[in-house]
């Protein structure tokens, strides 16, 4: 793309520049934050101001309404790029125009809704948004309508020009709305509008239906009746070219010559003298310049000109040649010193078969990368876009649906349909998506999971670990443990899980009983992450055998847990306090050996505090606990020996 070669249009913001300070800016995908720094600038020195504007560089994607447009273009898109890459390009031509006519049907559909919401809207301001809204989407309608008649349906000579008359009649209804009124009416033909019907029905080529209200003026005058069934016959046996059938175009070309000149002698001879009318439409249809140029207030745009001029003059144009006709068509009816407006110089382009020059026009014209992302890649698809790249490493349909796609991203919903547009840029989609997705604002769980997921699903990685880390410390803050504990998991991040775990550990020295059992209950290989977290998982397993009343299996794994040193020391004396209720049970639980086992512990525990210089006021809990546990551990190794020894004899 090359730069814009005139001066943009200027957008003031309210209060910024006049406090004789110097700006600043910052980019973003949907919009840029403007605000008045701290320097000032030579002159006077004054005040700065304290607000950040927000300069929106496309309003469209707030709009409720065309939000249904992204919606339903996003599923035509992502059906698009299932269509098999290795299939002839010629295969594909239904399915390539069948798509670009859903396109338009969304387009239809949506400026129906906004035409609506026009007419009912209350406020003013809002009825001139979707009134604006409107106007864009009929210019785009009737872009990408054009350049489905050139560009991928390329329809050869003969069929060019019908294709080009339904583009005409499709963007010109008000020719019926016209004409429902006039054949409604109590007196059809004394209807003010009622000959600017029948040449506007002329004008488009539509012969039949210009025939069906000429009849009401026939049927009236029956002293002209002949010259009424002249005409009438002149424009029944007016030839069109026959998609379906076999008829080559140089036989249409000869029919069409024959019946030319039979109206050019209808003209020559005087025969609709007598009525001016009827003497205007036949010099219509031999394809008189002038008098097609004296109803420019029924043709109302120099396209339609063209294409009358087409019917009239060269109905077997052929493509290469529209952009002669084209331009001459536009000099003629606008005058050759008129400035053309944006819309004019597109379909001039496309006219001209210039399809890098009308996405251009378009990308600087409208205000939404949205039209010429979609029209771009449908193009790309028809394989109509390979020669042309860029020069900073994507080639055109990758950049502009990357920053249609970017857009999106700033939109608190639609940033999902962005992440499939991201999907199909091979080169620099990834890229994108990595950096955009970090900034979705993670407001809640739910929408954290979706991001996640779309993070996984890519084996994006790093942004999985970034996501759950923010997660995890936001329960954490909340005091929120069992959902910290969960996200810090499937971070994989070892610290903050031994964190989280010690939270665990403190809750359950203060309160005497654990909280968010399902979650510690099901821990699996994933309590293997640190070692505080693998003791969680073990002491929460012992405490569930200790009310399971599997005495033997709670005993053996809480010995465990001391002897391999799993459990933190400042954890020992609270572990063989738990082992106390199992050393008084009536019947033996522990060994002789496990017996010595927690001996060992119990003095490994009390030779250390004793050599700790520091004291504390629950020493005298701590000795009394101590004297409860050797005088257990002593009843128990006394039962244990009696035990084994009776076993043993």
């Keep these: 793309m090359e730069e814009v070669d005139v001066e943009p249009n200027p957008t003031l913001i309210p209060g910024v520049g006049f406090n004789q300070q110097h700006i600043g800016f910052e980019w973003g995908p949907g919009d840029m934050l403007v605000y008045e720094t701290n320097y000032q600038l030579q002159g006077s ?5 304290p607000f950040v504007h927000v300069v929106r560089k496309d309003e469209d994607i ?91 349906d390329a329809a050869p000579a003969g069929a060019l020009l019908l294709h080009l008359l339904d583009w005409v009649r499709l963007h010109k209804s008000d020719v019926d709305t016209r004409a429902r009124e006039v054949l ?3 007196s059809p033909t004394q209807h003010s509008s009622y000959w600017d019907v029948v040449i506007s029905l002329v004008l488009q080529g539509r012969m039949d239906e210009a025939r069906q209200v000429l009849s009401k003026q026939a049927s009236l005058r029956a002293d002209s009746s002949s010259v009424f069934k002249r005409m ?55 394809g008189d310049e002038d008098a097609l140029l004296e109803h420019k207030e029924l043709l109302s745009t120099w396209y339609h000109f063209l294409v009358t ?60 990368w949205w039209f010429v992302a979609h029209l771009t890649d449908l193009l790309d698809h028809c394989k109509l876009l390979q020669s042309h790249n860029l020069h900073f490493g994507s ?38 998506l990595e950096l955009l997705i970090e900034r979705i604002p ?50 994989k991040d070892a610290a903050f899980a031994t964190l989280i775990s010690e939270r665990f550990l403190q809750d359950y020295r203060n309160k005497g009983s654990f909280t968010d059992l399902d979650l510690l209950d099901n821990l699996g290989p994933a309590m293997l992450l640190s070692d505080r977290l693998t003791f969680l998982g073990k002491y929460r397993e012992f405490h569930r055998l200790y009310g399971e009343k599997r005495f033997s299996e709670a005993a053996k794994l809480l010995l465990s847990l001391m002897t391999a040193k799993i459990a933190p020391r400042s954890l020992w004396m609270t572990l063989l306090t738990d082992a106390l209720p199992l050393l008084e049970q009536t019947e033996v639980i522990f060994s002789v050996d496990q017996t010595y086992e927690l001996m060992s512990c119990l003095e490994e525990l009390t030779s250390r505090t004793n050599n700790s210089k520091e004291t504390a006021p629950e020493d005298d809990i701590e000795l009394t606990k101590t004297e409860l546990l050797r005088l257990a551990l002593a009843r128990n190794l006394a039962m244990a020996i009696v035990k084994e020894g009776t076993i043993e004899t």
């Excluded at 125009?97 to 906004?114: G, P, Q, T």
């Excluded at 769980?445 to 990685?461: F, G, H, P, T, W």
Aim: aromatic content about 8%.
């Design 45 to 49: 020195r004054s005040k700065g101001s």
């Design 62 to 152: 707030s709009s409720p309404i065309l939000r249904k447009l992204f919606n339903e273009s996003h599923h035509i898109f992502v059906e698009l790029q299932k269509i098999k890459e290795d299939e002839p390009s010629k295969n594909k031509k239904p399915q390539f125009v069948s798509i670009s006519k859903n396109y338009r049907s969304v387009i239809r559909a949506c400026m129906e809704e906004l035409q609506q919401g026009a007419v009912s809207a209350q406020d003013r301001s809002l009825a001139s948004q979707y009134g604006d809204q409107v106007s864009i989407l009929l210019a785009i309608e009737l872009i990408w309508n054009l350049c489905e008649v050139l560009f991928i």
């Design 184 to 186: 409604q009416s109590d």
């Design 232 to 286: 009438d016959t002149l424009l029944q046996s007016m030839p069109i070219f026959n998609l379906a059938g076999t008829q080559t175009l140089t036989e249409f070309d000869v029919k069409w010559r024959n019946w030319h000149e039979e109206c050019d002698r209808s003209l020559q001879d005087n025969t609709f003298a007598s009525n001016h009318h009827l003497e205007a439409i036949c010099k219509i249809l031999v």
């Design 309 to 368: 001029r087409l019917l009239f003059c060269h109905p077997t144009i052929k493509p290469p040649d529209l952009h002669y006709y084209a331009q001459s068509s536009m000099n003629m009816f606008v005058g050759p010193r008129a400035s053309p407006e944006p819309l004019d110089i597109i379909l001039l382009s496309a006219f001209e078969f210039d399809l890098h020059q009308v996405i251009k026009d378009c990308s600087f014209a409208i205000n939404n």
């Design 395 to 432: 080639n055109l349909r990758e950049f502009l649906v990357l920053e249609y796609a970017s857009g999106l991203f700033t939109h608190h919903s639609l940033w999902q349909l962005a992440v499939d547009y991201f999907d199909h840029c091979p080169e620099l989609g990834r890229v994108y």
């Design 442 to 491: 993670l407001d809640t769980e739910r929408k954290a999971l979706k991001v996640l997921r779309i993070c996984e699903d890519r084996q994006m990685s790093e942004q999985v670990r970034s996501i759950c880390k923010i997660m995890a410390k936001r329960s954490l803050r909340n005091n929120r443990l069992g959902s910290a504990l969960s996200w810090s998991i499937r971070a």
